[in-house]
């Protein structure tokens, strides 16, 4: 089922004129696992398949960075440490790069994607749920009440776990497919993955091409993210770190089944995030890329390890092409991050100064 997308609209205005709101929305998302379809046609298609880049020089990789201090910082540190022979080397095994997905490789304003995608979730499942209409949260929901919303939250966590769970993995995955494939940003009325950054798609193939592995470490679901991060950025499933579900076994009809669960099993957000790491990739990264507080204890984890390693946080800065937020927002809040890359020196990108493109779709 669509998202009414003028009633959107109307929610996204209420939200972003209601900071607390927001902030409010932003914390239930963090505890819901928050942090599509096919790109345009000069758009994040340009993303190579891992293993598949060649170009490994910066001159000819990285078209859409401006040649300042941060793509200098980038550069100096691949060469430095893809150069053999030498005390800053660092071999192909250990080249591990991690980068957060919301607002680092795509946007996450007037709110985190996913979350417009749960809340469509709720509006599809409700021909099934007659209950649900007196329940205040879904009346200000369907509404598009933000405010009442924010206000009914303990009554809307409820509705997002019994739409988004219940059925196969696959089913979800096939509902993940079919939502992108139609729902439109309401700012750029583009699909979802259209508004990745070009820069960070070469940025990834730059650092594929000189024996990186790259992952994804974010604060959304990797059942959201899974579905579409291989063709989109070029990071196979696997390569995937995220909040998980509950899923268990069950044989239905004969066959082997996974069934999503209502509840999430781990947060990878925060203090979560080298947790998830640790977990999953095994190793410590030698660079990291994010954009908020949230992101700070990754970074933090990955500088604190021996040799080389780079820190770098994207600033947005840019209202004109995309967005201009940092310390008083309530998605995406760069304070505390801020302050520490600052202090100690990391690399920070401003999206105004760094990038001469934002999006894939958008010429310079």
Same mark, same amino acid.
């Given at each position: 089922?669509?998202?009414?997308?003028?009633?959107?609209?109307?929610?996204?205005?209420?939200?972003?004129?209601?900071?607390?709101?927001?902030?409010?929305?932003?914390?239930?998302?963090?505890?819901?696992?928050?942090?599509?379809?096919?790109?345009?046609?000069?758009?994040?298609?340009? =993303?190579?398949?891992?293993?598949?880049?060649?170009? =490994?020089?910066?001159?000819?990789?990285?078209?859409?960075?401006?040649?300042?201090?941060?793509?200098?910082?980038?550069?100096?540190?691949?060469?430095?440490? &893809?150069?053999?022979?030498?005390?800053? $080397?660092?071999?192909?095994?250990?080249?591990?790069?991690?980068?957060?997905?919301?607002?680092?490789?795509?946007?996450?304003? *007037?709110?985190?994607?996913?979350?417009?995608?749960?809340l469509d979730q709720i509006r599809a499942a409700a021909p099934q749920h007659p209950e649900w209409k007196n329940n205040p949260a879904f009346k200000a929901l369907m509404a598009n009440d933000m405010a009442g919303l924010m206000r009914e939250e303990k009554r809307l966590l409820p509705l997002i776990a019994q739409a988004n769970s219940?059925?196969?993995?696959?089913?979800?995955?096939?509902?993940?497919?079919?939502?992108?494939?139609?729902?439109?940003?309401?700012?750029?009325?583009?699909?979802?993955?259209?508004?990745?950054?070009?820069?960070?798609?070469?940025?990834?193939?730059?650092?594929?091409?000189?024996?990186?592995?790259?992952? #994804?470490?974010?604060?959304?679901?990797?059942?959201?993210?899974?579905?579409?991060?291989?063709?989109?950025?070029?990071?196979? *499933?696997?390569?995937?770190?995220?909040? &998980?579900?509950?899923?268990?076994?069950?044989?239905?009809?004969?066959?082997?089944?996974?069934?999503?669960? *209502?509840?999430?099993?781990?947060?990878?957000?925060?203090?979560?995030?080298?947790?998830? #790491? $640790?977990?999953?990739?095994?190793?410590?990264?030698?660079?990291?890329?994010?954009?908020?507080?949230?992101?700070?204890?990754?970074?933090?984890?990955?500088? =604190?390890? &021996?040799?080389?390693?780079?820190?770098?946080?994207?600033?947005?800065?840019? =209202?004109?092409?995309?967005?201009?937020?940092?310390?008083?927002?309530?998605?995406?809040?760069?304070?505390?991050?801020?302050?520490?890359?600052?202090?100690?020196?990391?690399?920070?990108?401003?999206?105004?100064?760094?990038?001469?493109?934002?999006?894939?779709?958008?010429?310079?």
């Open positions: 089922m669509p998202f009414a997308w003028a009633g959107s609209h109307r929610l996204v205005r209420r939200a972003v004129s209601d900071v607390k709101a927001v902030a409010v929305l932003a914390m239930l998302l963090a505890a819901l696992g928050g942090c599509a379809s096919s790109p345009g046609a000069d758009g994040a298609a340009s =993303a190579q398949p891992a293993g598949t880049a060649t170009a =490994a020089s910066a001159a000819t990789a990285l078209p859409s960075w401006r040649d300042g201090a941060a793509r200098q910082a980038i550069v100096r540190f691949v060469e430095a440490v &893809t150069r053999p022979g030498t005390p800053e $080397y660092v071999p192909p095994a250990e080249r591990i790069a991690v980068f957060d997905n919301d607002g680092t490789l795509w946007s996450e304003q *007037p709110l985190y994607f996913q979350f417009f995608f749960l219940g059925m196969t993995v696959d089913e979800y995955d096939r509902t993940i497919r079919a939502w992108l494939d139609t729902a439109r940003h309401p700012k750029f009325n583009r699909p979802y993955t259209d508004l990745v950054f070009q820069p960070q798609i070469e940025l990834l193939n730059y650092l594929r091409a000189n024996g990186f592995k790259t992952f #994804i470490v974010s604060g959304g679901t990797i059942e959201f993210m899974r579905p579409w991060s291989e063709r989109v950025y070029g990071i196979p *499933p696997e390569q995937v770190v995220g909040s &998980t579900q509950t899923v268990t076994y069950e044989v239905r009809n004969g066959q082997p089944t996974l069934l999503r669960g *209502p509840k999430l099993e781990f947060i990878n957000d925060g203090a979560g995030k080298p947790v998830g #790491i $640790y977990r999953q990739i095994g190793r410590r990264p030698i660079l990291a890329v994010g954009n908020s507080d949230g992101d700070l204890q990754m970074l933090q984890y990955t500088m =604190a390890g &021996t040799g080389q390693r780079l820190a770098v946080l994207v600033h947005h800065d840019d =209202a004109e092409r995309e967005f201009a937020y940092d310390r008083k927002s309530g998605i995406g809040k760069l304070d505390k991050a801020l302050d520490e890359a600052l202090t100690r020196g990391w690399t920070v990108i401003s999206m105004k100064q760094d990038w001469a493109r934002i999006y894939p779709f958008v010429r310079p």
